[in-house]
């Protein structure tokens, strides 16, 4: 039925869906012979210069930069060959203080114990902040070195390392000395000056408010 009804449709019927039919392939030649726009904006977007403080900083690729950290001083007792370096200072330090004539052995030992755990209590626990360029809004500012190493993470390898190494200088310097009893008292407070602040229950605090900001 479907076949008859299409085959007994009227002539004016036919005309119209052929009428349609030729207008719908009249527009689509019509809109393909149309001319394509002008790109007159291209020479103009050209002449545009891009200012670099438009660019957002946090956008910035690290160029010219040997680490990829937000803050380089999270890793860098992390770094290869620090430890030995650090080492070879303390080394080195012991012995510019053997070579003065008038100190004797125990002196010398005291001496590097105290320098050293003097300097460690310095850069570590005493000066905040970093030197580089920092996008965490200022957080680091106000944390010390050993805070901010390892991203506050505790008892990491370089947490650990730098935990026993004025451990093993004390006991160096108490063997050297014979655990005489004035040098016994002013290197055991030397040791507990650094180790004190390294412990987790002391991360982050400021004790009567010192060095608080």
């Known amino acids: 039925m479907g076949g008859g009804d299409a085959d007994s449709a009227s002539p004016i019927g036919r005309a119209q869906?052929?009428?349609?039919?030729?207008?719908?392939?009249?527009?689509?030649?019509?809109?393909?012979?149309?001319?394509p726009p002008k790109l007159d904006w291209l020479p103009k977007l050209a002449e545009i210069k891009l200012d670099s403080c438009l660019i957002p900083r946090c956008g910035r690729m690290n160029v010219g930069v040997a680490h990829s950290e937000v803050n380089p001083n999270t890793r860098v007792m992390n770094s290869r060959g620090i430890w030995l370096a650090y080492i070879i200072l303390v080394?080195?330090?012991?012995?510019?203080?053997?070579?003065i004539p008038f100190f004797s052995i125990p002196v010398v030992w005291t001496l590097t114990n105290v320098i050293h755990n003097l300097a460690m209590y310095v850069f570590l626990h005493t000066v905040k902040g970093t030197p580089f360029e920092t996008p965490d809004q200022g957080k680091a500012r106000l944390l010390t070195h050993w805070e901010q190493m390892d991203y506050g993470l505790q008892f990491t390898s370089?947490?650990?390392?730098?935990?026993?190494?004025p451990i093993v200088l004390y006991l160096l310097a108490s063997f050297y000395t014979k655990y005489d009893a004035a040098h016994f008292l002013i290197n055991t407070a030397s040791l507990l000056s650094v180790l004190l602040p390294k412990l987790p229950q002391f991360h982050g605090v400021r004790l009567f408010g010192i060095n608080k900001y």
């Open 158 to 165: 370089s947490r650990k390392f730098l935990s026993i190494s």
């Open 91 to 99: 080394g080195l330090l012991h012995v510019v203080l053997l070579s």
């Open 17 to 35: 869906m052929g009428r349609g039919c030729c207008l719908l392939e009249t527009a689509g030649v019509e809109a393909s012979a149309a001319p």
